[in-house]
């Protein structure tokens, strides 16, 4: 399927949650062009830093913001986690990174301190350019 993709000039991006370091190899050599999304234990097993350094020149990197940080964690430690995440995503060299949530909120009203940690995600990023 991934070799049919790249035939017709598309980018292969596998989702897949949770524990991922046992099949990292598996995808790196199925060539996909990116993984999605990268969960920090303990949601996930590996840390963004490691992905990074043995598989971003080969794919995109997506992740490694867990919802339930967003919704739960005070901000000013919110802000250190989007810093380091914005940080071990991007050294080194690599094929990119996007920095997203591997969630969203499942109810429809999201409270002041989730709505405050999603701007945050913007500040930061915002803060680069």
């Known amino acids: 399927m991934v070799e ?3 035939r017709y000039e598309g ?5 897949s949650h949770g524990n991922i370091k046992g099949i990292l190899d598996y995808i790196a050599e199925m060539k996909a062009d990116a993984i999605d999304p990268i969960e920090p234990p303990p949601q996930g ?13 080969q794919m995109v990197l997506f992740g490694n913001l867990e919802i339930s940080d967003i919704e739960n964690m005070p901000s000013d430690m919110f802000r250190e986690v989007v810093r380091s ?12 990174f996007v920095l997203m949530p591997s969630s969203s909120p499942c109810s429809r009203d999201i ?3 989730t709505l405050r940690n999603y ?9 680069l350019s």
């Open 85 to 96: 995440s914005i940080k071990a995503g991007t050294e080194g060299a690599g094929r990119g």
């Open 4 to 6: 049919m993709i790249h």
């Open 11 to 15: 980018f292969v991006r596998i989702h």
């Open 119 to 127: 701007q945050i995600i913007i500040e930061e990023i915002h803060n």
């Open 45 to 57: 097993d590996v840390e963004l830093g490691y992905v990074r350094q043995k598989y971003g020149n």
């Open 111 to 113: 409270s002041e301190p």
